[in-house]
């Protein structure tokens, strides 16, 4: 039995990965319904679905809810058992991280830090890349866990690692989204082709992952929802931000990104998905779309 902690966007895509391969899955979210939509066995509680599982996984909001979710009443902390393994398939601050896994360790169970990404598109196919941090050991017990939902697991190293690199990961996500959403703006406003100026930085230098998979989308009014809100993306560059305070590393162009998604949050974008930065911007440029349907039925950047 697998236990699954927070249902949300992400969460509930992996369980019903894990539940269409044939594992039972046991799951817990404060919004009821969200376990049976994702295919999962309800749980009553945090303590209900650590107790009865073999193996746990999180994927929750924030650091400051994953602490309340382990080191609170009837959390994770008091419910775990020595063996178990907790993975925490979350964007969390590493600092945070290391002192669950310390936590968790006096009372035998193993936490693993496994940051995922690929958005809510590798979620439902069962794609994502992830990278682990923790006792190498822990991870391959429960390796075949992650069959159904990752097309790559990668080992980082001790505690805190797969984090790191999940935040480190999601701060260059946020300046290539935003600074993308800026360059198609500037191509609308100039009468460019978006297709074709899309054709060509893909085969130039600033070819990145939002002028790949994001804005071939995007420009034909598909914005790819359900995946990291802007809202949320502000939080994982405020993380970098701290992240690098930390470890004594220069943070020099995280200004970009924060202007960009506090610009969204701003406008009433921050609970929707962070590609719609682009309308965030185009709404300073005077209400520039990259999608608008024509009067004979075409679309703006076909």
């Keep these: 039995m697998i236990g699954f902690i927070g249902l949300g966007n992400m969460g509930g895509r992996m369980t019903r990965r894990l539940a ?6 046991l799951g817990y979210d404060p919004v009821a319904g969200k376990a049976a939509t994702a295919g999962a066995i309800p749980a009553d509680s945090v303590a209900d679905a650590v107790t009865d599982s073999d193996c746990v996984l999180m994927s929750l909001p924030d650091s400051s ?26 964007t969390a601050a590493p600092s945070s991280t290391i002192r669950l896994h310390a936590a968790l360790a006096e009372h035998g ?3 693993l830090d496994a940051g995922i990404s690929g958005g809510a ?6 794609t994502l890349t992830i990278m682990v941090g923790g ?13 159904p939902i990752a097309a790559r697991v990668v080992y980082m190293g001790a ?5 790191t690199a999940k935040v480190l990961n999601n701060f260059l996500n946020a300046v290539s989204l935003a600074a993308t959403a800026e360059v198609m703006v500037a191509a ?47 939080k994982d560059v405020v993380l ?52 608008e349907p024509d009067s004979d039925g075409s679309r703006a950047g076909d």
Aim: aromatic share 6%.
């Design 240 to 291: 970098y931000t701290d992240c690098l305070r930390q470890l004594g590393a220069p943070s020099l162009l995280a200004s970009g990104p924060l202007a960009a998604f506090g610009l969204a949050n701003s406008l009433g974008y921050s609970g929707q998905i962070s590609n719609r930065v682009v309308d965030a911007i185009g709404d300073l440029a005077g209400g520039v779309r990259l999608y």
């Design 20 to 25: 269409d391969a044939g594992y039972e899955v």
């Design 109 to 111: 169970a193993e936490y």
């Design 121 to 126: 598109a590798a979620a439902e196919t069962g």
């Design 188 to 234: 609308r406003l100039a009468g460019l082709d978006l297709a074709r100026l899309l054709e060509v930085l893909n085969a130039s230098s600033g070819v990145n992952f939002a002028t790949l998979q994001r804005f071939p989308h995007i420009i034909r009014g598909d914005y790819l929802e359900g995946g990291l809100t802007s809202a949320l993306m502000t």
């Design 135 to 147: 006792a190498e050991t822990a991870l391959q017990s429960v390796a075949e866990v992650f069959e």
């Design 159 to 163: 505690s805190g690692a797969g984090h």
């Design 65 to 90: 809810v994953i602490e309340r979710v382990v080191l609170g009443p009837a959390g994770v902390l008091e419910s775990c058992r020595p063996g178990q393994v907790i993975v925490d398939l979350s």
